[in-house]
Nanobody, 116 residues
Framework: QVQLVESGGGLVQAGGSLRLSCAASRRFFSINFVGWYRQVPGKQRELVAGRTGDGSTNYADSVKGRFTISRDIAKNTVYLQMNSLKPDDTAVYYC??????????WGQGTQVTVSS
């Protein structure tokens, strides 16, 4: 069974950068969608950045121009580069993959805290 392991979260000052990583436990194919979501207590999980199998990307309005999603197929890893971080970006971030072969998979979540 494919598992997703996230890393890269932490505490950063406003204006700083972090790069989140989401590594799959093994290579798999027929990926339809990879995405990063975030959630704060009391609110629904929201899509921050997504990338379809054909390479198209989409971003939440609040992160456009600051966050970039990318994928390294050789390393079975999806990244979220986050620049110009703001206190409002504080949340638990989750990676998500949908594949025809394995269905939906979520990472365990990684905490990002941005101090003002």
């Amino acid at each position: 069974q494919v598992q997703l392991v996230e890393s890269g979260g932490g505490l950063v000052q406003a204006g700083g950068s972090l790069r989140l990583s989401c590594a799959a436990s093994r290579r798999f194919f027929s990926i339809n969608f990879v995405g990063w979501y975030r959630q704060v207590p009391g609110k629904q999980r929201e899509l921050v950045a997504g990338r379809t199998g054909d390479g198209s990307t989409n971003y939440a309005d609040s992160v456009k121009g600051r966050f970039t999603i990318s994928r390294d197929i050789a390393k079975n890893t999806v990244y979220l580069q986050m620049n110009s971080l703001k206190p409002d970006d504080t949340a638990v971030y989750y990676c998500f993959i949908n594949s025809d072969l394995i269905g939906d998979r979520w990472g365990q979540g990684t905490q990002v805290t941005v101090s003002s």
